[in-house]
């Protein structure tokens, strides 16, 4: 499966770039410069094409199979630029993939994004930003899997997780064993628009898809 990676230049994407050079996939990176190119093709991808996901994307994922969105504003930008990106930039991608005729996308949301009036104030606006480009990818036809993780780490990832379509207790979870969850993720036939949260945990990352 030829895959298009929003975010492949990311903690996550980087590590998802490693896990898919082991695997059967093919892996297409965007980048917004040129030169951030080979170093993602030494860690993994296939092929590495410029863009911008605040624009349109098209022609760039031309001849893709499946999306990952694992892409981010990052925490040092404001409300307007998390819109942009977690929301609009996501939003946007759905909408391409499907004009496209690629019909699976897998997303990386957050744990809790459903209810951001609960979250820390300060991550609400996050938060309700993902919420949305959620409900617009379950309504859009495409075949989705929302993947949410916990709080982010950059510890070694161990594959063990715990996943649940909610999970009570919030968790932590390395940004490697997220990369691991979405490329079990890809060769998962039981995750198709389904929803889950997932933190570190005791079971296999594919056992723990299977078991859902």
Request: glycine share 10%; net charge negative.
């Amino acid at each position: 499966m030829h895959v298009f990676i929003a975010g492949a230049n990311g903690q996550i994407g980087r590590f998802l770039l490693q896990e898919i050079a082991d695997s059967r996939h093919e892996a297409r990176a965007l980048v917004r410069h040129a030169d951030q190119g080979p170093e993602l093709q030494q860690l993994g991808a296939t092929e590495t094409v410029i863009g911008d996901l605040e624009q349109d994307c098209s022609e760039a994922m031309r001849g893709c199979d499946a999306v990952i969105f694992t892409a981010g504003s990052g925490p040092h930008t404001g409300p307007d630029k998390t819109v942009d990106v977690d929301q609009d930039g996501a939003i946007r991608l759905v909408d391409t993939a499907k004009a496209m005729g690629i019909k699976r996308f897998i997303m990386v949301s957050s744990m809790r994004a459903e209810e951001p009036e609960k979250g820390p104030e300060k991550l609400q606006h996050y938060l309700r930003a993902k919420r949305n480009a959620d409900e617009h990818l379950k309504n859009s036809g495409l075949n989705y899997t929302i993947v949410r993780p916990g709080r982010l780490t950059n510890d070694d990832g161990n594959g063990k997780v715990s996943v649940s379509e909610r999970l009570d207790a919030f968790g932590e979870i390395p940004r490697q064993d997220v990369a691991r969850v979405l490329l079990a993720v890809l060769d998962s036939d039981n995750t198709g628009n389904c929803v889950f949260d997932v933190v570190s945990g005791d079971v296999p990352v594919r056992d723990a898809l299977a078991n859902l």
